[in-house]
């Protein structure tokens, strides 16, 4: 019995920074029977795979979340988290707005207000600070108050608890100086200090409240693209009855084969094919193209794409489910969810974060207050807590679990936006690095819509030639075969009989007629079944000459004939094998075809390196050689051919209109069938995991300098130490820097074909 793998994917609220994150991993992976988990910060999402044979858990995963101090839940609609993340952040806005508010006067009181008297011998100017503080801190707070206890109850530690204990100390130490006159049993350290930091508490809590709210807001810029592609799909379309009236229907309760109306100026509502009527099809929210693509009886069209001209009849072809549309939302969701190596060794750092910053500011705390007798006019225990508050709230681990996600986001949707498919982030950092290109002929270099050009008979009529080959090629999926059965139609509608048809991998087709073994394919077919081509090698050598595929038609060993089949290169070829070469990239033509027939096309495209005639086994043990020596290598196919190579180099490229199995094993895929968008998708590649690694490098950067300077490492020498209001400043500006570096992805445009 074969056992499927399982996979759930839960809401998880409640994460704030990259410690978080590994907690819930943690907690996740030990439940039984889990196999793997992936969680994703920005997302606020986790996906569980099952062990082989196990079912779906869910009350597990919910209650060992919500034991751990997160909220699990089932996975709402992507429309409804939008909603909720919209109210949230405007929640956030307020909140930060409410908190600068009192904050701004607490500082202005604290330092920049003359001596208003005393009050029962306390200081006046204290007592005001401390009511403005007062409900910033208890009640804006909260949530980081909140948050905190959850992680400390559970073993864990995270941002929640660094802001907690910063806040906590300096509020709590500034209480206690501002009472001392009142409180004589109080230790005399409270009665020799001059300071307090109501101010600290007030606008580390605003800032880092404000740094929410921009973060917030820049999260939801970086998930743009995919929710404007969710946009695209229309919630109804106009069925038409059999009296040619029309009736509103759900998209989700359409059959495929259903035939609905478009109007003009509004959006296909699912993929389809023409039945009647011509019109303009704008295209560039699902595929970039810039111009309209006009679209006739017959031809295919993609849901989400808009008439501009005319109305259009349209029998639908998918299920709601698994449009074009839908599969682009999937990729896109999933990739999103993907980890870069680098970044799993950052998950591991960001589990021992918050311990390695808390141990950083105990250090400070008895440097400070055991041996040290103080700085200028500050006590060294003063001292100490300002360090401690400092140091405690300047690390930010919310930039190290921000870094890969917001830039795959941003990336990920911007390639989505323009017809570029990135299926995981695994392929997009091994992109990056590619140094050899290799490229399939047929359907790739040339457009994929092949037209038999000429028939060389040499036994029978061509009737009978094209009449087998189209008997052979009924049913077969290859770009060859559309051609010939297309020029088959043309010419005679009989077709033999043809029995026990069977696909020979790499070589062609072979079936039975009239007790013999009829094929159709390439000379190693013909060779297999002992089909004599030698005395007519000098007609097949001018044939392939011209760039023609060659496909011999035989019948039992007698040679019957041959079908020259011809295919224009795509418009874009030449440019985007220009800008291969101008990266410096190795250019390699792995084609199935005759060596005369590749070396024509190569000649016309400027590829220097052809390797001809191979299977596709072949195809992929010559990748795994290249791989061997040490070269980089993306291979780009649209076949089912090309499947095993696809998914045998670094980073597999597939043609959007080739066939399921290469899409399924490609890592990348090309909505719009352009060669240069093969090159552009390596560029966006190269440039998302160049933001990533920037994202992680500023992370690593900024704790490691501002963590000594919050500890008073310049103080001895400078007489400087970083104000705890500063230090909430610092680390809500490095989560922000982190997700506004990501958002210039935005503005990343593919590259464009040369005239």
């Not at 819930?24 to 082989?52: C, P």
């Not at 896109?332 to 969810?337: G, N």
């Not at 950052?346 to 055991?370: G, H, Q, T």
């Amino acid at each position: 019995m074969v056992h499927m793998t399982v996979e759930s994917t839960y809401r998880i609220e409640g994460m704030t920074c990259a410690a978080c994150v590994a907690s819930v991993d943690s907690i996740i992976s030990k439940i039984n029977d889990v196999e793997h988990v992936r969680v994703n910060l920005a997302l606020e999402k986790a996906v569980v795979q099952w062990k082989e044979g196990a079912s779906e858990n869910h009350n597990a995963v919910e209650d060992a979340v919500n034991r751990g101090g997160f909220m699990a839940s089932s996975m709402p609609t992507s429309q409804q988290i939008r909603a909720e993340r919209i109210d949230a952040v405007r929640q956030q806005g307020w909140k930060a707005g409410f908190a600068l508010v009192l904050a701004v006067p607490t500082l202005l009181v604290s330092m920049f207000i003359s001596d208003l008297g005393s009050s029962n011998g306390m200081n006046s100017n204290w007592l005001i600070a401390f009511s403005l503080t007062l409900p910033v801190y208890l009640y804006l707070g909260q949530q980081f108050h909140i948050g905190a206890w959850k992680a400390i109850r559970s073993r864990r530690a995270n941002m929640d608890v660094l802001v907690h204990l910063g806040t906590t100390t300096a509020f709590l130490w500034s209480t206690l100086v501002m009472f001392e006159p009142i409180l004589p049993f109080l230790p005399e350290i409270f009665a020799d200090t001059n300071h307090v930091y109501f101010d600290g508490a007030a606008l580390i809590i605003a800032f880092i409240l404000l740094g929410n709210y921009l973060e917030g807001k820049a999260k939801l810029q970086a998930t743009d693209a995919i929710f404007s592609l969710m946009d695209l799909q229309p919630k109804t379309a106009h069925v038409v009855n059999d009296d040619e009236s029309t009736t509103k229907t759900p998209v989700e309760d359409i059959e495929p084969g259903t035939t609905i109306l478009v109007k003009t100026g509004q959006t296909i509502p699912l993929d389809g094919r023409v039945l009647d009527g011509s019109a303009l099809i704008d295209m560039s929210m699902m595929t970039g193209e810039t111009y309209p693509v006009r679209a006739r009886i017959g031809n295919e069209v993609i849901g989400g794409t808009i008439l501009v001209d005319a109305p259009l009849t349209i029998a639908t072809t998918q299920p709601y489910h698994q449009t074009v549309l839908s599969n682009v939302i999937q990729l896109v969701d999933e990739a999103q969810m993907g980890k870069a190596p680098i970044q799993r060794a950052v998950d591991r750092i960001a589990a021992i974060f918050v311990p390695i910053v808390i141990a950083c500011a105990l250090v400070a705390v008895a440097y400070w207050s055991l041996l040290s007798d103080g700085f200028g006019s500050r006590s060294g225990g003063e001292i100490a807590v300002l360090a401690l508050v400092s140091t405690l709230v300047i690390a930010c681990p919310c930039a190290l679990g921000l870094a890969t996600p917001t830039a795959l986001m941003v990336g990920t949707g911007t390639g989505a936006r323009y017809g570029l498919l990135i299926k995981g982030i695994e392929a997009l950092e091994r992109s990056h690095a590619t140094t050899t290109l290799v490229v399939d002929k047929t359907g790739t270099l040339t457009t994929g819509k092949p037209k038999v050009s000429h028939i060389e008979f040499i036994e029978g009529e061509v009737r009978e030639i094209l009449s087998i080959a189209a008997s052979l090629e009924h049913g077969s999926t290859h770009p060859l075969a559309d051609a010939i059965t297309t020029a088959w139609s043309n010419v005679t509608k009989d077709r033999p009989d043809v029995t026990n048809i069977q696909n020979v991998g790499g070589m062609g087709i072979t079936g039975e007629l009239d007790d013999l073994v009829v094929a159709i394919g390439n000379e190693p077919l013909m060779e297999k079944y002992d089909v004599d081509l030698s005395t007519h090698q000098e007609e097949i050598q001018r044939a392939a000459a011209k760039g023609v595929t060659i496909s011999f038609v035989s019948k039992g060993q007698q040679l019957l004939g041959w079908i020259e089949v011809s295919d224009a290169l795509r418009p874009s070829t030449k440019s985007a094998l220009k800008h291969a070469k101008r990266n410096n990239l190795e250019v390699i033509m792995l084609t199935g075809d005759r060596v005369e027939a590749a070396e024509q096309i190569a000649k016309e495209c400027g590829i220097e390196h052809v390797v001809a005639n191979v299977r596709p086994d072949e195809k992929a043990v010559f990748i795994t050689s290249l791989r061997e020596q040490g070269k980089h290598v993306a291979m780009v196919g649209d076949g089912i051919n090309d499947a095993a190579a696809l998914a045998t180099a670094d980073v597999g490229i597939a043609m959007g209109a080739g066939s399921d199995i290469a899409l399924e094993s490609a890592d990348i895929v090309l909505l719009r069938n352009d060669l240069m968008d093969a090159m552009s998708a390596l560029e966006l590649g190269r440039v998302t995991v160049s933001k990533i690694r920037t994202n992680l490098w500023w992370a690593f950067i900024y704790n490691i300098i501002g963590i000594p300077l919050a500890m008073g490492l310049l103080l001895p020498w400078t007489g400087w130490l970083l104000p705890p209001a500063f230090a909430a400043a610092a680390m809500s500006l490095s989560s922000i820097s982190v997700v506004a570096n990501s958002l210039t992805l935005k503005w990343w445009r593919p590259k464009q074909s040369e005239a």
